[in-house]
Protein backbone atom coordinates (compact mmCIF):
# COMPACT_ATOMS: atom_id res chain seq x y z
CA UNK A 1 0.00 0.00 0.00
CA UNK A 2 1.41 3.28 -1.20
CA UNK A 3 2.09 6.13 1.54
CA UNK A 4 0.21 9.23 1.09
CA UNK A 5 2.22 12.60 2.83
CA UNK A 6 0.19 14.52 5.21
CA UNK A 7 -1.69 17.15 3.86
CA UNK A 8 0.63 19.68 5.55
CA UNK A 9 3.56 18.66 4.17
CA UNK A 10 2.12 18.02 0.52
CA UNK A 11 0.77 21.57 0.14
CA UNK A 12 4.62 22.59 -0.06
CA UNK A 13 5.78 19.32 -2.14
CA UNK A 14 2.90 19.13 -4.74
CA UNK A 15 4.13 18.10 -7.77
CA UNK A 16 5.47 15.52 -9.77
CA UNK A 17 9.39 16.54 -8.21
CA UNK A 18 12.34 18.20 -9.55
CA UNK A 19 13.43 16.49 -12.51
CA UNK A 20 15.40 14.16 -10.74
CA UNK A 21 17.08 10.32 -12.11
CA UNK A 22 15.02 8.75 -9.17
CA UNK A 23 13.31 10.28 -5.89
CA UNK A 24 14.56 9.00 -2.30
CA UNK A 25 13.07 5.95 -0.77
CA UNK A 26 10.14 7.97 0.78
CA UNK A 27 9.09 9.42 -2.26
CA UNK A 28 9.58 6.50 -4.49
CA UNK A 29 6.65 4.92 -1.76
CA UNK A 30 4.62 8.08 -1.09
CA UNK A 31 1.68 10.15 -3.38
CA UNK A 32 2.86 13.60 -2.99
CA UNK A 33 0.26 16.38 -3.18
CA UNK A 34 -3.06 14.83 -2.05
CA UNK A 35 -5.24 16.29 0.12
CA UNK A 36 -9.02 16.38 1.73
CA UNK A 37 -9.68 19.56 3.34
CA UNK A 38 -12.00 20.54 0.72
CA UNK A 39 -13.66 19.85 -2.63
CA UNK A 40 -10.74 21.58 -4.82
CA UNK A 41 -8.06 19.72 -2.96
CA UNK A 42 -10.00 16.48 -3.87
CA UNK A 43 -10.60 17.32 -7.10
CA UNK A 44 -6.73 18.37 -7.36
CA UNK A 45 -5.48 14.87 -5.77
CA UNK A 46 -7.69 12.95 -8.46
CA UNK A 47 -6.60 15.21 -11.22
CA UNK A 48 -2.51 14.45 -10.18
CA UNK A 49 -3.41 11.07 -10.25
CA UNK A 50 -4.48 10.75 -13.64
CA UNK A 51 -2.79 8.33 -15.97
CA UNK A 52 -1.44 6.31 -13.02
CA UNK A 53 -2.22 2.88 -13.18
CA UNK A 54 -5.94 2.59 -11.73
CA UNK A 55 -5.23 0.22 -8.63
CA UNK A 56 -2.62 3.13 -7.69
CA UNK A 57 -5.22 5.75 -8.11
CA UNK A 58 -8.09 3.61 -6.21
CA UNK A 59 -5.08 3.24 -2.88
CA UNK A 60 -4.70 7.02 -2.76
CA UNK A 61 -8.03 8.01 -3.37
CA UNK A 62 -9.44 5.65 -1.29
CA UNK A 63 -7.02 6.62 1.72
CA UNK A 64 -7.79 9.98 1.57
CA UNK A 65 -11.30 9.30 1.49
CA UNK A 66 -11.31 7.08 4.43
CA UNK A 67 -8.69 9.90 6.57
CA UNK A 68 -11.61 12.81 5.44
CA UNK A 69 -13.77 10.88 7.52
CA UNK A 70 -11.89 10.17 10.35
CA UNK A 71 -11.23 14.04 10.50
CA UNK A 72 -14.80 14.97 10.26
CA UNK A 73 -15.94 12.75 13.13
CA UNK A 74 -13.51 15.23 15.47
CA UNK A 75 -14.11 18.26 13.68
CA UNK A 76 -16.61 20.65 15.33
CA UNK A 77 -16.09 23.94 12.92
CA UNK A 78 -18.86 24.44 10.91
CA UNK A 79 -16.91 25.60 7.71
CA UNK A 80 -14.16 22.70 7.76
CA UNK A 81 -17.25 20.60 8.47
CA UNK A 82 -18.87 21.69 5.13
CA UNK A 83 -15.36 21.10 3.14
CA UNK A 84 -14.50 17.92 4.86
CA UNK A 85 -18.03 16.93 3.44
CA UNK A 86 -17.70 17.88 -0.15
CA UNK A 87 -14.13 16.56 -0.49
CA UNK A 88 -15.71 13.08 0.85
CA UNK A 89 -18.56 13.54 -1.43
CA UNK A 90 -15.75 13.83 -4.80
CA UNK A 91 -13.85 10.78 -3.58
CA UNK A 92 -16.70 8.80 -2.72
CA UNK A 93 -18.10 9.73 -6.79
CA UNK A 94 -14.76 8.53 -7.87
CA UNK A 95 -14.96 5.09 -5.86
CA UNK A 96 -17.79 4.40 -6.72
CA UNK A 97 -17.31 4.66 -10.53
CA UNK A 98 -14.27 2.76 -10.31
CA UNK A 99 -16.05 -0.11 -8.89
CA UNK A 100 -19.62 -0.37 -10.71
CA UNK A 101 -17.33 -0.14 -14.46
CA UNK A 102 -14.75 -2.62 -12.57
CA UNK A 103 -11.90 -0.13 -13.75
CA UNK A 104 -9.36 -2.44 -11.63
CA UNK A 105 -9.19 -4.36 -14.71
CA UNK A 106 -7.91 -1.47 -16.88
CA UNK A 107 -4.63 -1.99 -15.17
CA UNK A 108 -1.87 -2.72 -16.96
CA UNK A 109 0.25 -5.24 -14.69
CA UNK A 110 3.93 -5.31 -15.11
CA UNK A 111 6.03 -7.88 -16.74
CA UNK A 112 9.28 -8.89 -14.84
CA UNK A 113 12.34 -7.21 -17.39
CA UNK A 114 14.27 -11.16 -17.89
CA UNK A 115 10.75 -11.41 -19.99
CA UNK A 116 11.47 -8.39 -21.70
CA UNK A 117 14.63 -8.89 -22.55
CA UNK A 118 13.81 -12.93 -23.82
CA UNK A 119 11.57 -10.85 -26.43
CA UNK A 120 13.94 -8.42 -27.58
CA UNK A 121 15.31 -10.26 -30.71
CA UNK A 122 11.20 -10.79 -31.87
CA UNK A 123 10.86 -6.96 -31.11
CA UNK A 124 13.54 -5.95 -33.15
CA UNK A 125 12.15 -8.07 -36.40
CA UNK A 126 8.50 -6.57 -35.82
CA UNK A 127 10.31 -3.14 -35.42
CA UNK A 128 8.71 -2.56 -31.68
CA UNK A 129 11.27 -2.62 -29.48
CA UNK A 130 10.79 1.05 -27.18
CA UNK A 131 14.32 1.10 -26.33
CA UNK A 132 13.74 4.24 -24.35
CA UNK A 133 11.29 2.87 -21.90
CA UNK A 134 13.39 -0.58 -21.55
CA UNK A 135 16.38 2.07 -20.75
CA UNK A 136 14.47 3.37 -18.05
CA UNK A 137 13.13 0.18 -16.78
CA UNK A 138 16.42 -1.17 -16.82
CA UNK A 139 17.67 1.40 -14.90
CA UNK A 140 14.95 1.00 -12.41
CA UNK A 141 16.00 -2.38 -11.83
CA UNK A 142 12.25 -3.75 -12.62
CA UNK A 143 10.88 -1.80 -10.25
CA UNK A 144 7.45 -0.14 -11.06
CA UNK A 145 7.48 2.25 -8.46
CA UNK A 146 10.45 3.83 -9.48
CA UNK A 147 8.69 5.20 -13.04
CA UNK A 148 6.52 6.98 -10.75
CA UNK A 149 9.32 9.22 -10.00
CA UNK A 150 10.91 8.90 -13.03
CA UNK A 151 9.91 12.13 -15.17
CA UNK A 152 10.18 11.65 -19.45
CA UNK A 153 12.59 13.88 -21.09
CA UNK A 154 10.71 16.66 -22.34
CA UNK A 155 7.49 16.11 -20.78
CA UNK A 156 5.77 17.07 -17.61
CA UNK A 157 4.71 13.51 -16.76
CA UNK A 158 6.40 10.12 -15.14
CA UNK A 159 7.41 7.06 -16.78
CA UNK A 160 4.44 4.67 -15.29
CA UNK A 161 1.82 7.53 -16.66
CA UNK A 162 3.35 7.31 -20.38
CA UNK A 163 4.09 3.84 -20.46
CA UNK A 164 0.34 3.60 -19.87
CA UNK A 165 -0.95 5.97 -22.69
CA UNK A 166 1.01 3.91 -25.01
CA UNK A 167 -0.26 0.74 -23.86
CA UNK A 168 -3.66 2.41 -24.45
CA UNK A 169 -3.20 3.37 -28.09
CA UNK A 170 -1.63 -0.52 -28.86
CA UNK A 171 -5.25 -2.01 -26.74
CA UNK A 172 -7.11 0.39 -28.83
CA UNK A 173 -5.89 -0.45 -32.24
CA UNK A 174 -6.11 -4.13 -31.18
CA UNK A 175 -9.28 -4.03 -30.30
CA UNK A 176 -10.57 -1.82 -32.95
CA UNK A 177 -9.47 -3.73 -35.26
CA UNK A 178 -10.04 -6.88 -34.04
CA UNK A 179 -6.56 -8.33 -34.42
CA UNK A 180 -5.18 -11.54 -32.64
CA UNK A 181 -2.79 -11.68 -30.40
CA UNK A 182 -0.58 -14.73 -31.66
CA UNK A 183 0.35 -15.87 -35.12
CA UNK A 184 -1.01 -18.61 -37.09
CA UNK A 185 1.25 -18.80 -39.69
CA UNK A 186 4.49 -19.57 -40.58
CA UNK A 187 7.48 -18.89 -39.85
CA UNK A 188 6.28 -17.14 -36.46
CA UNK A 189 3.04 -18.96 -35.66
CA UNK A 190 2.83 -20.07 -32.09
CA UNK A 191 4.79 -16.15 -31.20
CA UNK A 192 3.24 -13.21 -30.70
CA UNK A 193 2.01 -10.94 -32.78
CA UNK A 194 3.59 -7.59 -33.52
CA UNK A 195 1.37 -5.94 -31.43
CA UNK A 196 1.13 -8.30 -28.80
CA UNK A 197 5.06 -7.71 -28.95
CA UNK A 198 4.93 -3.84 -28.91
CA UNK A 199 2.74 -4.35 -25.95
CA UNK A 200 5.22 -6.93 -23.96
CA UNK A 201 8.20 -4.41 -24.76
CA UNK A 202 6.04 -2.20 -22.41
CA UNK A 203 5.93 -4.56 -19.79
CA UNK A 204 2.53 -5.91 -20.15
CA UNK A 205 1.13 -9.06 -21.56
CA UNK A 206 -2.66 -10.13 -21.07
CA UNK A 207 -1.51 -13.92 -21.19
CA UNK A 208 1.66 -13.84 -19.34
CA UNK A 209 1.85 -17.68 -18.83
CA UNK A 210 1.79 -18.35 -22.06
CA UNK A 211 4.32 -15.55 -23.40
CA UNK A 212 6.76 -17.27 -21.08
CA UNK A 213 5.81 -20.73 -22.46
CA UNK A 214 6.94 -19.29 -26.01
CA UNK A 215 10.64 -17.86 -25.23
CA UNK A 216 12.11 -21.02 -25.98
CA UNK A 217 10.77 -20.82 -29.54
CA UNK A 218 11.78 -17.23 -29.79
CA UNK A 219 15.57 -18.29 -31.94
CA UNK A 220 13.92 -21.33 -33.54
CA UNK A 221 11.50 -19.44 -35.15
CA UNK A 222 13.46 -16.36 -35.97
CA UNK A 223 16.43 -18.39 -37.62
CA UNK A 224 13.84 -19.99 -40.46
Known amino acids: MPKVASEK ?5 SGW ?18 GFKDKEKALETIRLLKGRDTTYQYQIINSMFNRAKVILKRTTDKEKKKNLTEAIETFEEWIDDYKKNSR ?17 PLAAK ?12 KEADGDMKKLR ?11 DVERNDRL ?13 MFETESPLNGLPTKEHTHMIMLAYSSDQSKIKKCVPMINEKLEK
Not at 9 to 13: D, V
Not at 104 to 120: A, R
Not at 126 to 137: N, T
Not at 149 to 159: A, F, L, P, Q, S
Open 104 to 120: SKENFNYLPLELIEDYQ
Open 126 to 137: YGVEEKDFLKVY
Open 149 to 159: VRKVEGKDITW
Open 17 to 34: GNGQLFGTEANENTFQGA
Open 168 to 180: KEIVKKVKDKDLP
Open 9 to 13: RSEKT
